[in-house]
């Protein structure tokens, strides 16, 4: 598989774990390679909202990788 299809499925995995916002927040932060005050102008919102968003969105990412080492029945790297 190309990397530019990698890349393609693994935002459409974004997509389905983010909320709308937190999508499109962290795609123009790591695509569009937008500053977290451009990104703040450009959707109308607080670059602390921003931050949020991202935030969220990667802690998000997180469990989920988590939730399917568990149900795959992978141990915990960390313990």
Not at 14 to 30: N, S
Not at 48 to 75: C, F, H, P, W
């Amino acid at each position: 598989m190309a990397l530019i299809e990698l890349y393609a499925a693994l935002y459409q995995e974004y997509k389905r774990i983010l909320t709308d916002r937190q999508y499109e927040v962290l795609r123009l932060k790591e695509v569009e390679g937008l500053s977290g005050k451009q990104i703040a102008y450009k959707l109308g919102i607080s670059q602390s909202a921003v931050s949020r968003y991202l935030t969220q969105g990667k802690m998000n990412i997180l469990k989920k990788i988590d939730q399917e080492r568990t149900d795959n029945g992978e141990e915990d790297d960390n313990g």
